[in-house]
C-alpha cells in the first residue's frame, strides 16, 4: 500500500536552530553539481538548500560555475571541509564527466555520510555503502535500471511508476524517489509513499534541481537522526517532495495561479518551512 504524505507527515521533518545550535550542528552539505553546459542547475540546488534551511552549504565545481552560485548565493562556501550529506549530480553530464569532476564525486561517496544521487550521477548508485537516495525522473529511472540488466523504458516506467520505483529500490538496495505528477518514494525495508503534486506548473526546467537542494539540505539537517536510523532519509525525501510541490502552489498563488520558474520555486520555500513548523 502506498501512503499519501501530508502536511502532518511532513511537519515532524523540519527543523529550527534552537540555542545551542551553531552553523556546524545544524548540519553542512556538500554539492558537486552544476557544469559549463548546465551551470544553472547548481545555482538551483545551492539557492534550494539555503533557502530550505541549514547551517552550511560547500560547493565544489569548475571556477565559473561556482562564481555563478557565489553570484546568487554569497552565503555558500567553496572550499572542501566535513560535510554531514552530499548532493551529487544535477546539472552533470554522465557522458562528459571530467577526471577532477570523477576525483570529486569519488571522495563524496566515500565520506559516508547520506548521498543524494541525481542525473549525471545516477550510475553511481551501488559502488558506494553510505546512505543513499536517488532522485530521478522517469527516463533516468529506465536508462538506470536498463544499464543494470533490468530492462525497461520510460512508457513503461510511467505506466507502473510505483512498482518500478519498488524493484529499483529493491535491486540498488537505496531509497528511491521517482519525480512525475505523482512522485513515488520507497526503500527496499517496504516504507512506500506518494506525494501528489498540488500544481503542475511544477514541470518546469530546474525543478527538479530545486527539489535536490531541498532533499539535500533535509538530510544534512537530520544527520544526528540519520546516524541512528537511516530509513529516516524515504521520510524526508517524501517531505522535500511535500515542501517542493507546496512551494510552487504558493508561488503560483502569489501571481494569481499563473506559471512560476525554478527560482520562484526555491524562493517560496523559507514560507513553506515557516508553515510547517507553526502546526
Ligand atoms: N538550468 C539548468 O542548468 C538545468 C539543468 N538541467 C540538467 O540537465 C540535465 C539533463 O536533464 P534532462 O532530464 O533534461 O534530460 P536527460 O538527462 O537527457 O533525460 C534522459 C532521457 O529521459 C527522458 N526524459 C527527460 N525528461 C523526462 C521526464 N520528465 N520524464 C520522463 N522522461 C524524461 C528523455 O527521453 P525521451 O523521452 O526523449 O525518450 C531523455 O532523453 C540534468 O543534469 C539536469 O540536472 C535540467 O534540470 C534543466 C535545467
Ligand atoms: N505534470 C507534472 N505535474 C506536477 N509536477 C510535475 C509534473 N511533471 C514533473 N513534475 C515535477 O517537476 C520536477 C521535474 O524535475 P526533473 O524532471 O528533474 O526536471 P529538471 O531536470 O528540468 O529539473 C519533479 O519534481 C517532478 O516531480
Do not use: N
Not at 39 to 56: K, S
Not at 215 to 234: I, K, M, N, P, S
Request: charged share 15%.
Amino acid at each position: 500500500m502506498w501512503q499519501e504524505w501530508t502536511a502532518d507527515d511532513a511537519a515532524g521533518w523540519v527543523a529550527a536552530p534552537a540555542s545551542g545550535d551553531d552553523k556546524y550542528s545544524r548540519g553542512v552539505l556538500g554539492v558537486v553539481t552544476g557544469s559549463q553546459e548546465f551551470p544553472g542547475a547548481a545555482v538551483l540546488g545551492v539557492e534550494a538548500a539555503h533557502r530550505t534551511g541549514i547551517g552550511m552549504v560547500r560547493y565544489i565545481g569548475p571556477r565559473s560555475v561556482r562564481q555563478a552560485v557565489l553570484a546568487r548565493r554569497p552565503e555558500t562556501v567553496g572550499v572542501a571541509g566535513r560535510v554531514q550529506a552530499w548532493l551529487v549530480g544535477s546539472g552533470i553530464d554522465q557522458s562528459r564527466r571530467s577526471f577532477v569532476l570523477l576525483g570529486d564525486l569519488g571522495h563524496a561517496l566515500a565520506a559516508q555520510v547520506p548521498v543524494v544521487l541525481d542525473a549525471g550521477a545516477l550510475d553511481l548508485v551501488g559502488t558506494h555503502t553510505a546512505p543513499t537516495v536517488i532522485t530521478p525522473h522517469a527516463g533516468e529511472l529506465a536508462a538506470l535500471l536498463t544499464a543494470r540488466e533490468m530492462p525497461t523504458t520510460v512508457d513503461e516506467v510511467r505506466a507502473a511508476p510505483g512498482e518500478w520505483a519498488e524493484r529499483a529500490a529493491a535491486e540498488l538496495g537505496v531509497a528511491v524517489l521517482l519525480k512525475g505528477a505523482v512522485t513515488y518514494v520507497c526503500d527496499p525495508d517496504g516504507d512506500r509513499y506518494t506525494v501528489t503534486a498540488p500544481t503542475h506548473w511544477l514541470a518546469t526546467a530546474g525543478s527538479g534541481d530545486v527539489l535536490g537542494g531541498i532533499l539535500g539540505a533535509l538530510v544534512a539537517t537530520h544527520h544526528v537522526q540519520l546516524a541512528a536510523d537511516a530509513e529516516a532519509l524515504t521520510a524526508l525525501a517524501a517531505t522535500a517532495s511535500w515542501v517542493h510541490g507546496e512551494a510552487a502552489r504558493r508561488a503560483s498563488a502569489e501571481v494569481g495561479g499563473g506559471p512560476v520558474t525554478a527560482l520562484d520555486i526555491a524562493v517560496a520555500v523559507p514560507a513553506v518551512i515557516g508553515a510547517l513548523l507553526a502546526r
